[in-house]
């Protein structure tokens, strides 16, 4: 590490990047096109069928439509009918349809944070919308059409990753048949959304859609509003050998900052469930913006071309009462009101790929070859830490600590805080198709790095790493039948970190090894069953602890998964998984006690089971569709210490949808209850005074009309 003073901050305003992007060169989509010999352009739909719970092909894991019995590791994929079905609000909510997927810590509900194969945190990198990774806190909202999930190491194609997976994010695209569909739901803790979504054909092979929505949702736990305003247009062209996907997101954002509840020797404090330990001030609020293009071009029925183009950033700022002590003996809850102001997270992304299945030796090549360039900051411009306070206590709580933002309570030394990581790489993945039943697959990426880290005023340059890594990748697959295969493969990850702690501090770059043997079966055309086993080695891994990174040397994952999904007999759906996951630290520096110990939000036992199923009432109108199921998490540790534990929780949903035809309209109506029983339970652990809860019973009434 070295020590530099006076680092000059450079500044690159968004209209610049716009400027230079939409100068750029051709960017690609993974959608599909075909052209006859006239004029005539056949155009395939980029979206999933929205009628069943299960996708035989995916994009994620070859940049190319891929039957997922081709691919040597584990892709789950959550449908637009699950989403849609259980009215998933986030992603925790989405990923409830994928083994060994949990929630971490979540930075007061205000970020993703996804476990993955017992790894993960909230901004790891690990969340890509269209294949480009995000810096948006929380990213599943109006726009998302389904999501998938690329489990193991997947460094090979979207580089920087730790070794739990990643997960693609894929939007509606814009459809060239007229669609017009009008909507919104109403939530029993009051309020609600409102949304719009048009799609249609231009002409001279153009097709457009826009997205809109308008929340405003009073949040479930004691105080506090929900409120958003997203503006999603986006643009799509056709033509005999080329085409393009354009689009732009617009997110603006006021939200709850809900750090949870507390565990003090083991125990949860003496509260109500509904009670907060912070005040009315905390909640975050800012901008999302969002613009990726893609760009295709096929040379021949051989190879093709594709080049992407992608910027996302997140400015937004917080106010928030942190809990620094809680005395249970005397009831007395510290607290300091802290405020920050001026973040700006960014990410910027640019590849080139070169797509084909030539033939040699006899033998079908499945190839990508490309290379790419990434930047991803994070910024904080100012830190506050106001006095603390003991006027609280659990018995009875006072609200109404201020939050002050001036020079008497900034923390200059944590102000103008920087680190930004530039990423650039070749790689490459082969496919090859050596007989009708065997598979191989290799691949590797040579990716080289570099990450500062600066902060205060005059700026200070407090880390600074770059070097070289090589990540390959190889696998085999056998297929028994065409509907059955058995896949091996060996993978390689590289982790620096991209999210510094509450304090600036900037965790060692992370290095995991997956090794992974699973099977997949295509039972029907409608029904996808697969089970997957895996073990994992990781290195200077990061984990959270009451906002400081504590650092453990060496960490394992291992475990078995299993999922199936689709229609398992005409109009009954099913979704069911079941994970078992042993993820420990092996080698902690800091506290030799620790080894053996599990790690932070990782349930041993997870899965769940949903079924839904349509239904014609014959003295009713319409048609209807009811479903519920549940969802079970095994106990997991709070903390590296394993000083306490959260309990395992089974929560139950359900719904039930009719639809019919209104004033000559497509109408759909739903009713959603979600956890059914009203379960309190706790979702994950940021240390044991941040430790999140579980909504509720709650009911969603929607409804939505489509001409």
């Known amino acids: 590490m070295k020590q530099h003073k006076s680092l000059q901050r450079h500044k690159h305003p968004l209209g610049k990047i716009w400027l230079a992007i939409y100068s750029s060169a051709l960017i690609s989509s993974a959608s599909s096109y075909a052209a006859d010999d006239g004029n005539t352009i056949t155009v395939t739909a980029t979206e999933q069928s929205d009628n069943g719970y299960t996708s035989p092909t995916t994009s994620v894991a070859s940049k190319m439509p891929t039957s997922r019995l081709n691919e040597a590791q584990s892709v789950s994929v959550v449908t637009k009918k699950e989403l849609d079905d259980y009215q998933s609000s986030n992603l925790s909510d ?87 569909s009008i909507g919104g739901h109403y939530n029993s803790t009051g309020g609600g959304a409102g949304n719009i979504d048009i799609t249609g054909p231009l002409g001279n092979g153009f097709a457009f859609r826009l997205i809109a929505e308008k929340q405003a949702q009073n949040y479930w736990r004691g105080y506090g509003n929900d409120k958003h ?39 949860p404090i003496n509260i109500g469930y509904k009670t907060r330990l912070d005040d009315y001030s905390n909640h975050a609020w800012g901008r999302n913006q969002t613009f990726s293009s893609h760009w295709d071009y096929q040379f021949n029925d051989t190879w093709s071309t594709r080049v992407t183009v992608g910027l996302n950033q997140r400015q937004y700022s917080s106010n928030t009462v942190t809990t620094t002590a809680i005395n249970t003996t005397t009831g007395v809850v510290t607290r300091r009101p802290d405020a920050f102001r001026g973040f700006n997270h960014k990410t910027k992304y640019v590849s080139w790929d070169a797509i084909g299945t030539p033939e040699i030796f006899g033998m079908t090549h499945n190839l990508v070859v490309g290379t790419d360039y990434e930047m991803n900051q994070t910024y904080r411009a100012h830190a506050y830490n106001g006095k603390k306070n003991t006027d609280f206590t659990l018995s009875n709580p006072v609200y109404g600590l201020e939050t002050v933002t001036d020079s008497s309570t900034e923390k200059t030394s944590g102000s103008n805080q920087l680190n930004r990581l530039h990423s650039r790489s070749v790689y490459v993945k082969d496919n090859i198709d050596l007989t009708s039943h065997w598979t191989v697959v290799g691949g590797a990426r040579y990716q080289h790095y570099e990450q500062r880290q600066s902060e205060g005023n005059p700026s200070t340059l407090t880390y600074d790493s770059e070097g070289n890594k090589f990540l390959p990748q190889t696998g085999l697959i056998y297929k028994l039948t065409p509907d059955i295969s058995f896949y091996g493969s060996l993978s390689k990850s590289f982790t620096p970190s991209t999210n510094p702690d509450d304090n ?20 029907t055309p409608a029904l996808f069953a697969t089970v997957a086993l895996y073990r994992i080695d990781e290195r200077n891994i990061a984990l959270t602890l009451n906002g400081d990174t504590y650092a453990v040397d060496k960490a394992r994952s291992s475990g078995v998964e299993f999922e199936i999904n689709g229609e398992i007999y005409p109009d009954w759906d099913v979704s069911a998984n079941y ?52 969802r079970y998490v095994g106990t997991r540790a709070g903390d590296p210490d394993n000083s306490f534990t959260l309990p395992a929780y089974t929560v139950a949903d359900s719904f039930i949808g009719w639809d019919n035809k209104l004033l000559g309209k497509k109408t759909h109506l739903q009713l959603n209850i979600n956890n059914l029983f009203n379960k309190h339970y706790y979702t994950s652990s940021g240390g044991n005074l941040r430790v999140a809860e579980g909504e509720t019973r709650n009911l969603v009434l929607s409804a939505n009309v489509e001409f």
């Open 579 to 630: 994970s078992y996951n042993q993820a420990e630290i092996v080698n902690d520096k800091n506290n030799s006690d620790n080894n053996g110990n599990r790690l932070q939000n990782a349930p041993r036992n997870s899965g769940a089971l949903y079924l839904s199923h349509n239904v014609h009432f014959n003295l009713l109108p319409g048609s209807f569709r009811i479903g519920g199921g549940v």
């Open 94 to 180: 989405a990923l409830r349809f994928v083994s060994g997927i949990s929630q971490s810590n979540t930075l007061g509900q205000t970020e993703d944070g996804i476990i993955r194969r017992g790894f993960g945190s909230n901004a790891d990198g690990s969340i890509f919308r269209d294949g480009i990774r995000s810096s948006q806190g929380l990213n599943l909202d109006a726009t998302t059409d389904h999501v998938e999930v690329l489990k193991g190491s997947s460094s090979l194609l979207y580089g920087i990753l730790n070794p739990g997976g990643m997960i693609n994010i894929v939007s509606k695209k814009p459809q060239y048949t007229w669609h017009t």
């Open 229 to 267: 305003n997203l503006v999603a247009p986006s643009l799509q062209w056709y033509g005999d050998k080329a085409s393009f996907n354009i689009s732009y997101e617009s997110f603006q954002y006021d939200i709850p900052y809900d750090r949870g509840t507390a565990f003090i020797n083991g125990k």
């Open 504 to 523: 600036g501090n900037v965790a060692a770059p992370e290095q995991g090894t997956t090794y992974e043997i699973g099977s997949k079966w295509q039972v």
